[in-house]
């Protein structure tokens, strides 16, 4: 039986990259991606409970779908950003730019001291998008989402799918398993620089 048919939707494009800045809002073609974004999404045959990461650029892509369907976007803290290790802001992107070419076992056996339980950290992301009951559409990022295709996929690599700023995934859970229903639009070869800004 179906139990949900979930959306997902990597924020729109950040004013700022990963390793400028701990939570920028959007630059100005993000807002115009968030605006995209929503008209395709309104065109669903009726409006969706919304979720969204807490961090700026998730919550400011959520909000014209949110405003169209006339809901509250629900705060989703387990669909966050990957937590960073303690380093500075230009060390966290050298570390990403590394763990995105990556395992998930080797992330976690290279982590600066002090780091984050990532397999801890993945596990909670996929349980919590396994216990969804029902349709809707989740604002969240690069990685997450590749945690959640992944699964689908069975791949323990980090980095599976490659969705661009704004793009729209479709899964569906159907009794704790995770199944692909449609790839979103991809970064393009030429556009691997985007990714650091997540």
């Not at 976007?73 to 570390?95: A, D």
């Not at 899964?171 to 692909?180: M, S």
Request: proline share 8%.
């Amino acid at each position: 039986m179906l139990l949900a048919t979930l959306y997902l939707v990597r924020h729109a494009k950040p004013a700022s990259t990963y390793g400028d800045s701990v939570d920028p809002g959007l630059d100005e073609t993000g807002r115009t991606q968030a605006v995209q974004a929503a008209a395709e999404l309104k065109q669903l045959p009726h409006p969706l409970p919304v979720y969204t990461s807490p961090l700026r650029r998730c919550r400011e892509t959520a909000l014209p779908l949110a405003e169209t369907w006339g809901v509250q976007p629900i705060v989703f803290p387990e669909i966050g950003e990957i937590p960073s290790p303690p380093l500075g802001l230009k060390e966290r992107q050298e570390w990403l730019r590394q763990a995105m070419a990556s395992d998930w076992a080797h992330l976690q056996s290279s982590a600066p001291t002090g780091s984050p339980d990532y397999g801890a950290w993945r596990e909670s992301l996929l349980a919590a998008v396994r216990a969804m009951a029902g349709d809707a559409v989740i604002f969240s990022h690069f990685i997450a989402i590749n945690v959640v295709i992944g699964a689908a996929k069975q791949s323990e690599q980090v980095i599976s799918f490659r969705p661009d700023h704004a793009s729209i995934t479709a899964i569906e859970v159907r009794d704790g398993t995770i199944a692909i229903k449609a790839l979103g639009r991809e970064v393009g070869s030429g556009e691997a620089s985007v990714m650091l800004g997540r």
